[in-house]
């Protein structure tokens, strides 16, 4: 009688469940991804809480459909093919997240989180046209009902962390997205040392710390309130970017010298320009706000061009460098189009755009920049009558 199969090698070695699939399992597929050290298909660039998700495989039906779901679409991008393979795991992932969303219990906890975060990830590889701020309110959701309750594990409270930071880019123009208060207080004590990010490669840039991170919401929802505090966060948000833009630079042609491909330089490089996009988005958007409250600057139209040459660039570069990283750089795009007028800058900015439209085609998302844009005027109008009140001109 045939001895019963149960197992790969190493899942019986490392005491592991096994999905028991061939020629490989789920887990060590998902192994073999994250082993990935080429930068343009690096999963580890999106979180370092994915590092831990081979321990957890097993333990939740939902938490596995979602990593084959995030593993086959990687390795889909990988070879620039969609499979239905892909098409079916994403299927399989949505289906179960449904059946967890209505469960009271599993709906507060981390590998529902999980498993939301890792089927969003999937979205832009396999170009589905699917609302991002959507994805970020049920994320915002989940992260409201489990508030007030310590996750006692390294894994889950390093996931609530990385989860943080796309719902408050989003909330930056979004107003219909809200945190509970515990979480701003519960990360507001953290210190740099104390960052639960892994991203170490990155040096500490001050327009991205937690504190700055937590705030902007506020400052960008009530900018003639927080007029002086606004200006300062973007002259720092301009230093911040002009150090990662010389970095970036130097990298640039370190790496043109190099005679052949060095994947840790490039990792580097990756890394910079996300923080580098992240930077530009936050600058872009306070730029837009400055100067409707500034309408007579001279200055801040020039940054704003200046800032939307760069994002069109980087969102090129990322396209063709780090297409694991492009889910947020339509974001950016909208941004800059936010802050400026200029209707060549603005043509550029939808030629790139028409470059992610197979991966990315937030449209609802893009309406609420629209909707950021009448704020951004009814601002300004509001201020030169102030001003014609005043007697300048």
Request: proline fraction near 4%; glycine fraction near 4%.
């Amino acid at each position: 009688m045939p001895r019963q199969y149960k197992g790969c090698d190493n899942c019986q070695k490392q005491k592991k469940k096994c999905s028991q699939t061939l020629p490989r399992c789920d887990r060590c597929r998902f192994i073999a991804v994250l082993s990935v050290t080429d930068p343009r298909y690096n999963l580890k660039t999106l979180g370092s809480w994915l590092v831990d998700i081979p321990s957890h495989l097993g333990k939740d039906g939902l938490l596995d459909t979602a990593t084959t779901a995030l593993t086959t679409a990687v390795e889909d991008l990988r070879v620039g093919k969609q499979s239905t393979a892909a098409w079916s795991s994403y299927g399989k992932a949505i289906s179960r997240l449904g059946h967890a969303l209505r469960d009271p219990v599993k709906v507060k906890e981390p590998y529902t989180l999980a498993a939301v975060f890792m089927i969003t990830l999937c979205q832009p590889w396999l170009s589905l046209k699917a609302d991002y701020v959507n994805h970020i309110q049920g994320m915002a959701h989940l992260l409201n009902l489990s508030a007030g309750k310590e996750w006692n594990s390294r894994f889950a409270e390093t996931l609530r962390f990385h989860v943080i930071f796309p719902i408050y880019l989003a909330m930056a123009i979004s107003s219909d997205i809200e945190i509970h208060s515990w979480y701003a207080e519960k990360y507001s004590k953290l210190c740099s040392q104390d960052d639960l990010s892994s991203d170490r490669d990155v040096s500490p840039i001050q327009s991205l710390d937690i504190s700055a991170i937590l705030r902007y919401p506020t400052i960008l929802r009530n900018p003639e309130l927080y007029g002086v505090e606004l200006r300062m966060r973007y002259e720092q948000a301009l230093l911040d970017g002009y150090a990662l833009r010389t970095r970036l630079h130097s990298l640039d042609d370190l790496n043109t010298t190099t005679k052949s491909p060095n994947l840790e330089l490039q990792r580097v490089q990756a890394q910079l320009r996300l923080a580098y996009a992240a930077v530009l988005y936050y600058s872009l958007v306070m730029n837009a706000f400055i100067s409707a409250l500034d309408p007579c600057s001279q200055f801040l139209p020039r940054d704003a061009i200046t800032m939307a040459k760069e994002a069109i660039e980087t969102a090129n570069v990322v396209l063709k460098d780090a297409p694991i990283s492009l889910g947020f750089m339509p974001l950016c795009l909208f941004a800059a189009s936010l802050a400026t007028t200029d209707s060549k800058i603005l043509c550029d900015i939808e030629v790139a755009l028409v470059a992610y439209k197979d991966h990315f085609v937030e449209w609802h998302h893009r309406q609420r920049f629209h909707d950021a844009k009448q704020s951004i005027d009814e601002i300004k109008t509001r201020r030169l009558a102030y001003l014609r009140g005043a007697g300048c001109r």
